[in-house]
């Protein structure tokens, strides 16, 4: 079965060429199988009238934490009404996964994917890191696994109450890595005051790396640290957070293939500062936009609001906001079929009741999703 989806007022390929008007794109068996002019269009079996509207590829969130349960509605209160952000707060969540069983936590990560791909999201990472045992963190992997596109390790997520830091590393490392590891491609670790220091950050990620996943860190999210030095020197694929860089930082960034994954939303929640994004844009570093769609410091689902967020505030470019939430968080989690439109890409696309991508910034907090075709079938 083949659609062709035309008459698209604008189309933003992330790909050669770049941005086009009235435009056409076929798309067969889950693949994007031609691009161009509407008036050159071949024929398909179906058409889908896109009367003017903008369309892009579906934005690829390379950050959540979906297998959770729980509610922290009162830490985020709290902080609303003057109380700082701590990494702490994690453990509410840990209590209440523990508890919870695999059908109501499968449950919940359906329910936000697909609250997600409602709003345009045709791509999704996710992370254990509420399970902090060997136990936990091995079923919320399965469950992640199932259920996203992408699943990571972050049983280095934070110590667990009254475990002493060394062992738990030592763990985490060992038995936890080998047990979670055939689940997941990726590991992470929060490499942040009142989580994981340096050299436990780098034995985690080390381990794993010897284990053969990818690398991710969370880092640099309260305050300047080691967590941008450490993901640079190691190759990781991505630093998330970035919200307090040095210049060096920034020039480490700029000279790597490591993609700074900034995650606007968590930092308007934990009333942070948020990334310096024009820094790193004009250093010629990778930027992503992600979610951070977790419980405690950020809980949406709306990469669209990111996006706002970053124009309107982080002063990027409609462009480059748009890039960095789709093409960007694609490069994040190494993936060359996602996050563009070229001929041969996954069939992931988004339309935008509005004209232009510029509405996004535009019209802030309007629903603006059309129309989503994932892997080619249309879901919305």
Known sequence: MSTLITNIGELTTNAEPGRLTDAALVLADGHVAWV????????????????????????????THLVFAGDRTAEFEARMSGQPYRAGGIAVTVNATRAASDDELAATIRRHVAEAVAQGTTYVE???????????????AR?????????????AHLVPPGADADEYVSLVCGEMLDAVAPHVRWADVFCEKGAFDADQSRAVLEAAAARGLGLRVHGNQLGEGPGVRLAVELGAASVDHCTYLSSADVDALAG??????????????????????????DAGATVAL???????????????????????????????????????????????????????????????????????????????????????????
């Open 36 to 63: 161009g002019a509407a008036a050159a269009a071949p024929a398909a079996d179906e058409v889908f009238d896109a009367a003017g509207r903008a369309v892009l590829p579906g934005w690829v969130d390379s950050h």
């Open 126 to 140: 996710t992370k254990t890191g509420y399970g902090l045992t060997v136990e936990d963190e091995v079923r919320s």
């Open 143 to 155: 469950i992640a696994a199932l259920h996203a596109d992408e699943a990571t390790f972050l049983g």
């Open 256 to 281: 790597s293939g490591t993609v700074a994954t900034l995650l606007p939303a968590c930092d308007l929640s934990t009333r942070q500062s948020l990334p310096p994004a024009r820094a790193l844009l």
């Open 290 to 380: 992600a979610s951070n769609c977790n419980p405690g410091s950020s809980y949406t689902t709306s990469m669209a609001y990111c996006v706002t967020t970053a124009v309107l505030q982080m002063r990027m470019s409609v462009q480059e906001a748009v890039f960095a939430a789709t093409r960007g968080g694609a490069i994040a989690l190494g993936r060359a079929d996602v996050g563009h439109l070229a001929v041969g890409a996954r069939a992931d696309v988004h339309v935008l009741d509005a004209p232009s991508t510029t509405h996004l910034a535009y019209r802030p907090g309007v629903p603006l999703t059309h129309a989503v075709w994932r892997r080619g079938e249309r879901v919305r």
